[in-house]
């Protein structure tokens, strides 16, 4: 079996697919659905998105400084592909999409309602690196659909039926592998799994 070299091409999948909501004052709200985004830094709390210049929600981001990530879920992965191939300059995207536009608690760019988790973020520094600028920004805030807490508020992110983006088609997350540490775990003999003491 052999392997392949191939020119420089962005093959880092899977990825979250994203839907980004911005606003100018006064104007219609607008979604961009982005798969070039990620965590940057824990405290401060950061992320960031990239976008091409030539998408219209790149001027609203870049002038008012700040947006919401919505995270995307199998019941919103039309809406979520609609929101990537149309433009906002053409569209009204939360009309066309049926989505709801409710007030950020930080930001002046609303959250979409159906979204389990909305990330509220205020750019720091826009950084042009070439077909797309990255905008690093600070997280202000999270807002929770409570549907995902248990009774004890512990958030079951897991449960949304939460979807992502490879190589040009969207999928479900799927069957659990494992949990963060479990590999440096031992069971003990009553079935618990304890820490492995370093």
Not at 15 to 39: F, K, Y
Not at 173 to 195: I, P
Request: glycine share 8%.
């Amino acid at each position: 079996m052999g392997r392949e070299n191939w020119k420089p091409g962005n093959m880092l999948y899977p990825l979250p697919a994203v839907m980004v909501s911005c606003a100018r004052p006064n104007e219609r709200p607008n979604i961009i659905t982005i798969a070039w985004a990620g965590t940057v830094c824990t405290n401060p709390a950061m992320v960031s998105i990239s976008i091409k210049p030539e998408r219209y929600s790149y001027s609203i981001i870049r002038e008012t400084g700040e947006f919401v990530i919505n995270l995307t879920t199998k019941t919103l992965v039309r809406a979520a592909d609609y929101c990537g191939v149309r433009s906002g300059r053409d569209v009204d995207k939360f009309r066309e999409t049926h989505l709801t536009a409710i007030p950020a608690v930080h930001v002046g760019a609303p959250l979409i309602g159906e979204s389990p988790v909305n990330i509220e973020c205020r750019v720091k520094e826009v950084l042009e690196l070439g077909s797309h600028h990255m905008f690093l920004s600070e997280v202000l805030g999270i807002d929770v659909d409570d549907r995902y807490l248990d009774d004890k508020g512990k958030l079951q992110l897991n449960d949304a039926e939460l979807m992502v983006y490879s190589h040009g088609t969207y999928y479900q997350l799927g069957k659990a592998l494992g949990s963060f540490g479990y590999s440096v775990r031992k069971k003990r003999e009553n079935g618990a799994s304890a820490r492995k003491k370093r």
